[in-house]
Each structure stands twice: as C-alpha cells, then as structure tokens.
T-cell receptor, first 112, second 116 residues
Framework: KNEVEQSPQNLTAQEGEFITINCSYSVGISALHWLQQHPGGGIVSLFMLSSGKKKHGRLIATINIQEKHSSLHITASHPRDSAVYICAVRSGSGGSNYKLTFGKGTLLTVNP | KAGVTQTPRYLIKTRGQQVTLSCSPISGHRSVSWYQQTPGQGLQFLFEYFSETQRNKGNFPGRFSGRQFSNSRSEMNVSTLELGDSALYLC???????????????FGPGTRLTVL
C-alpha cells in the first residue's frame, strides 16, 4: 500500500461544477503540499498545510490530521483548471531529516 | 523576476553515458531541490541543496549526485545511465530550506532525459 493515496485517479467535470480531490496518507506528517501540473510538465505549488484550511481564489484545501486526510476543492471549475493535481506529504523528525512522498496524481479534465 | 530555469530542456543519451543537468533558481533563493518524474513511479525526491551543502537526499543510488555553487545555481549528474533513468527531471527553488514555516517551492520547466 502506498503511503499516499489519491482519489479519484481521473475526474471529468463540466464547467462550473464543484470539484473535490482527496488525499489519504498513512504516516505522521509535518506538512502536506498540493501541486498542480499542466500538460507539458510545469508544476505550481498551490498550498502547504499543516492544519486546518487554506483558501486561494477558487481553490480551498483542508486537512484533518487525526484522520490523515486532506481534500482539495475547486469551486466554479473552469477548463483552465484541467491539470494533474498531486498531493505530497513531508514526514520525519524535523529540520533536514525529512522524507517527501508523493501521490500518483489526479487527472482533472473540465469540459466547457 | 525571472523564474527557475533549467538547461537543457531535452536530452538524449545512450546507456552507460553520463549527463549533467543545470538549474538556476530564482534570484534570492538559496534552496534548490531536484525531483525525478516517471510514468511508473510518479514524482520522487532526489536531493535538496542549501547554501552549497546537500541537506537531504532521497532513496536513489550513488549514480545520482549533485552540487550547488556559491550563486545558488545547482547541477545534478547521473553517471552510467540506465534505460530506467529516462524521466523528467525537475528542480525547484525556495527562499528558505524545506521544512520551515515558509518553503513555497517554485518549479522549473524540467529537463526531459531519454536514455536509449
């Protein structure tokens, strides 16, 4: 079993829909990252979370440390949101002693 | 402000050769991290450099190495290339080391390495 599991693997939505991508992990973490990768490879760091909730524009990320689960929500989805969304967790005892583990990604396609 | 740049963008090598990839971080960023991305394994962390020192290393064989220069530019080297080393190699820079309160990483476009 992978340490980081994302669901769904693929998601197709119509423009305007509310989207949720989930990330579950099995280890204790110090932080969780959400990344966005567009076709062609470019990656953008969307959020870093260690607790609670963060919002940036139409994107909302939440994390429940007790349940070892995070969600990325996109409100009023748009075709430009089409991308692969990757969850990454940082574990370890702190400082330079960390381990980064990545989920396999969720491919989101938003149709006009 | 210029973004993270990586050179070359594409590279074709044959098994047994070695390769050096370059990454120039955003001005003022002292941390550079390297990642490998393949269809099978996804993204994997290679190493992080901060102030010319390797700060952390992922689970990769010793054929993968790197260094950072005093201007924060970084290079990674892969010796004795194998077919399985074909991948997109990404670097990312941040102002502060990974693990801190604010370590937002800014990724470069990647170098696509093909090993024949």
């Amino acid at each position: 079993k992978n340490e980081v599991e994302q669901s769904p693997q693929n998601l197709t939505a119509q423009e305007g829909e509310f989207i949720t991508i989930n990330c579950s992990y099995s280890v204790g973490i110090s932080a969780l990252h959400w990344l966005q990768q567009h076709p062609g490879g470019g990656i953008v760091s969307l959020f870093m979370l260690s607790s609670g909730k963060k919002k940036h524009g139409r994107l909302i990320a939440t994390i429940n440390i007790q349940e070892k689960h995070s969600s990325l929500h996109i409100t009023a989805s748009h075709p430009r949101d089409s991308a692969v969304y990757i969850c990454a967790v940082r574990s370890g005892s702190g400082g330079s002693n960390y381990k980064l583990t990545f989920g396999k990604g969720t491919l989101l396609t938003v149709n006009p | 402000k210029a973004g993270v740049t990586q050179t070359p963008r594409y590279l074709i090598k044959t098994r047994g050769q070695q390769v050096t990839l370059s990454c120039s971080p955003i001005s003022g960023h002292r941390s550079v991290s390297w990642y490998q991305q393949t269809p099978g394994q996804g993204l994997q962390f290679l190493f992080e450099y901060f102030s010319e020192t390797q700060r952390n290393k992922g689970n990769f064989p010793g054929r993968f190495s790197g260094r950072q220069f005093s201007n924060s530019r970084s290079e990674m080297n892969v010796s004795t290339l194998e077919l399985g080393d074909s991948a997109l190699y990404l670097c990312a820079s941040s102002r502060y080391p990974q693990g801190g309160w604010e370590d937002t990483q800014y990724f470069g476009p990647g170098t696509r390495l093909t090993v024949l």
